[in-house]
């Protein structure tokens, strides 16, 4: 064999050795681990709406709702207020896939009767149900700022299949209590974790 040949099978063999090493380094998928994200809501981002309780004519009126001066912190202005009669509504628009681990709210409770009454809910689409809640929780009365936070959720994203939410109800039958604002929300934090191994798709809108 000339050396010609010999030279142009052993660079052939090398490249082939090259190629089929790159070719499996990219088939490879990457590793990736669970990444934690955080979803922020600003208390005036909070939706008036008109709980199950609400007794009467139908349609029923939403309440009309305000944010308490500089601080936008989101109140229903109504008093006295039924547990169960209106709500401050807060949409989840999670990515598909990612897991609820934990819900945060950031409120206040001044009023020396009355609370707050925080729940996680999920419903199918086209469903006329209330939703199905998750978890509740509820103000420690009259304590000033406060951080609700609802641990321990294992609530698995399904956007395909269900919508998901927080509602915040105020509980306060002092007829009137002068500060309709001493009932209120500042935001929202949930955290979530998803597979990192997702990301890419959900930056590419899928």
């Known amino acids: 064999m000339n050396h010609r040949l010999f ?3 052993s660079v052939t063999a090398l490249l082939l050795v090259v190629l089929i090493t790159n070719t499996s ?3 490879a998928p990457a590793a990736a681990g669970v990444m934690t994200g955080y979803y922020t809501l600003w208390g005036y981002e909070g939706i008036g709406t008109v709980g ?3 007794t009467g004519p139908s349609p029923a009126q939403t309440p009309p709702i305000a944010d308490y001066g500089s601080t936008h912190c989101r109140y229903i ?3 006295p207020i039924t547990l169960g009669h209106y709500y401050l509504r807060y949409p989840l628009h999670l990515p598909n896939g990612a897991n609820i681990t934990q819900v945060s709210l950031f409120v206040a409770d001044f009023a020396s009767t009355g609370n707050l009454y925080v729940s996680l809910h999920s419903r199918t689409w086209n469903s006329r149900s209330s ?3 998750l978890l509740a929780y509820t103000s420690s009365t009259a304590n000033g700022d406060q951080t609700l936070n609802m641990t321990g959720l294992n609530v698995n994203v399904n956007n395909q299949l269900k919508q998901y939410w927080v509602d915040v109800a105020p509980d306060n039958m002092v007829v009137p209590y002068a500060d309709h604002g ?3 929300v500042y935001g929202i934090q949930v955290t979530y974790t998803i597979d990192g191994a997702l ?3 959900i930056q590419r809108g899928f």
Do not use: E, K, Q, T
Request: with cysteine; aromatic share 4%.
């Open 131 to 133: 939703g199905d809640p």
């Open 77 to 79: 202005d109504l008093s």
């Open 7 to 9: 030279r142009f099978i």
């Open 25 to 27: 380094a990219l088939g």
């Open 182 to 184: 001493s009932l209120c």
């Open 52 to 54: 199950g309780a609400v």
């Open 199 to 201: 990301l890419p798709l």
